[in-house]
């Protein structure tokens, strides 16, 4: 099967099963052991032949889910690979000696040669696309400039003033060198020029590489560039260019030093010499956090010193990024904002208005899909005017809520619906075995589950009433999910009264111990009892329960972890 499809098909999870976390202690991991044995031992149920059979399936489910996690070697393998890794052969003895540090020290090792060779056969390329337009005329202020005859209408025109076309592709040589060919064709106002370049780029040490470069264009060049780390928290980046013209050899070095502050902060300081940019220093500083990028710089040099400022408020619940950005120098002045959206998982769309003086008012578009870019800068107005400000702002905001609705909200539904089909047909037997055997689970827990009941009606401990799993309705809030009021425990064949949902009250009440619930972080399909209702849909699970004669009622994402009893979600007081 391909690796797309290994990724749809569902495995078991040990931790879930035990309802242990990732971290548990031995003596945790036999505490939940001896818990769930007492409850499916095959010998318990040895009057009812089809709920033996049914408890020595799941007793031997336990069971192995204890002997992987209760063993060290074992665990360190389930833990890295999951568990078809303990289905390969010859683990168990190559592994025997080993730490369970060791195991994923060694799975690491592999894994990176892996990717090496994937690399090796991967030519990793990368392009930009530039397309300058020039609108400057739908804005023009001064329309009595233009000598325009009485019988003819003056009509802006908007014209492609320049496009570059820059590409690149890797071809991993060996496991240390890594050849890359790239090249540019750009015109500007009608003036065309282009260039090819190699370079061979060596991993000389674990602390650096060095980097040699030839091409061919403005005349031939060639350059040597060298990385060195020189600490835990410095590295140092030199390089330097020949270009050969026909006005003779020129010459340009660069050298950048960084240094990393904090967790977050890390300063650079370049110089620059030579060439045709002249000469500079800069100093920058950018601190990145979950929230939050920024980026302050300061370069004194010839032609031009400038100070400039960026702020970028990253908004990962909404795949976006706003910018905000200015810069003062020698040539003028800049103020930039704009947006960034993700599109899909390896794509985003972005806009950003740029006033300048003397520049002007700038829309610059931007999509990048893969390692491909297309960036369309238009020049709307030579002089900051707040009509080609007001539309460069709304036109692509509305444009963007328009594509959104008609043409990226139905594909990502489309997609979302293929994905569930996709994973529903590839898990289809494992599902009816899942429905099947969690059936009969809740079955087995029937004597638990009265037991653990009216040990906790009689302590007025915590008493579950209720506890459904599965799709809310569209229409639904955290509470408003038909609950019904206490009474005796629902059949687990009970018909749903809402959205696609399964009754688990029965294995619920048998997780409680010593009148409290703990579920982990993790998806509860897993868990003895339960299993999916509706694949590829959010889920929620809703428990209503009774402790200290007072009625609660909680609803919790599928992931999220759970502890009960919780105050703040009492719903009225018995007496």
């Known amino acids: 099967m391909d690796e797309e499809g290994e990724n749809i098909l569902m495995e078991e999870n040990f931790y879930q099963l035990l309802n242990v976390s990732k ?18 031992h095959p010998d318990k149920h040895s009057t009812d032949p089809t709920k033996q059979k049914w408890a020595e399936q799941i007793f031997n489910k336990v069971k192995e889910a204890y002997e992987v996690l209760s063993d060290s070697h074992k665990r360190a393998i389930y833990d890295t690979l999951g568990k078809r890794g303990l289905e390969v052969e010859g ?67 908007v014209e492609v003033s320049g496009m570059t076309i820059q590409q690149s592709i890797d071809a991993p040589v060996t496991l240390r060198n890594t050849m890359t060919l790239s090249g540019n064709i750009s015109t500007q106002n009608g003036i065309g020029t282009g260039s090819v370049n190699v370079c061979n780029r060596n991993l000389s040490s674990e602390k650096g590489w060095t980097e040699v470069e030839c091409g061919i264009g403005n005349g031939p060049l060639v350059g040597f560039k060298i990385f060195r780390t020189l600490s835990r928290l410095m590295f140092l980046n030199c390089g330097t260019v020949l ?14 030093m960084a240094l990393q502050l904090d967790a977050h902060s890390v300063g650079y300081l370049t110089y620059r010499a030579g060439g045709s940019g002249g000469s500079s220093m800069t100093t920058i500083y950018v601190r990145d956090s979950e929230k939050f990028h920024t980026n302050t710089a300061l370069q004194i040099g010839n032609p031009h010193s400038f100070i400039s400022f960026n702020f970028m408020m ?65 020049h709307l107005c030579e002089e900051v005017m707040p009509s080609p400000v007001f539309y460069a702002t709304i036109v692509p905001l509305v444009s963007w809520l328009v594509l959104k609705k008609l043409v990226l909200d139905p594909i990502a539904r489309e997609r979302q619906d293929r994905d569930r089909q996709r994973s529903m047909e590839a898990n289809y037997e494992r599902l009816q075995e899942m429905q099947r055997q969690a059936r009969a689970t809740v079955e087995l827990m029937r004597e638990t589950y009265s037991r653990i009941r009216s040990e906790e009606e009689k302590k ?115 007496s």
């Open 314 to 378: 990253k908004m990962p619940q909404h795949d976006m990024k706003l910018r905000l950005a200015l810069k003062f120098g020698t040539f003028g002045a800049i103020a930039e904002y704009g947006a960034e959206k993700k599109v899909s998982q390896n794509s985003s769309v972005s806009a950003a208005v740029m006033l300048g003086v003397p520049s002007g008012v700038m829309l610059k578009l931007k999509w990048t899909c893969s390692s491909q870019t297309i960036v369309v800068p238009i």
């Open 460 to 574: 007025k401990g915590l008493v579950i009433l209720r506890a459904m799993y599965g799709k809310l309705p569209a229409d639904a809030s955290d509470h408003e999910v038909g609950m019904e009021q206490a009474g005796d425990a629902p059949s687990p064949e009970s018909p749903a009264a809402f959205g696609e949902v399964i009754d688990v009250t029965i294995p619920v009440q048998c997780l409680v111990k010593d009148s409290r619930l703990e579920l982990l972080e993790a998806s509860k399909s897993e868990l003895a009892g339960f299993y999916d209702p509706c694949v590829g849909d959010d889920k929620h699970l809703t428990v209503q329960y009774m402790f200290h004669n007072n009625l609660h009622l909680c609803t919790v994402p599928d992931s999220q972890a759970v502890v009960l009893p919780r105050n703040n979600h009492r719903v009225k007081n018995r």
């Open 243 to 256: 270009q050969f013209t026909p006005r003779g050899v020129s010459p340009s070095f660069i050298s950048t």
């Open 23 to 40: 971290t548990a202690a031995p003596e945790e991991i036999n505490s939940a052991y001896r818990r769930f044995s007492r409850m499916f």
């Open 91 to 157: 683990w168990e003895v190559i592994f025997r000696t080993r730490t369970p540090r060791e195991i994923r020290d060694e799975y690491e090792r592999l894994k990176r040669e892996r990717e090496e060779r994937r690399l090796q056969q991967s030519a990793n390329p990368r392009g930009t696309i530039t397309l300058s337009i020039n609108a400057t005329d739908m804005f023009m202020k001064y329309y009595d400039e233009y000598e325009i005859l009485e019988d003819q209408t003056f009509m802006p025109s």
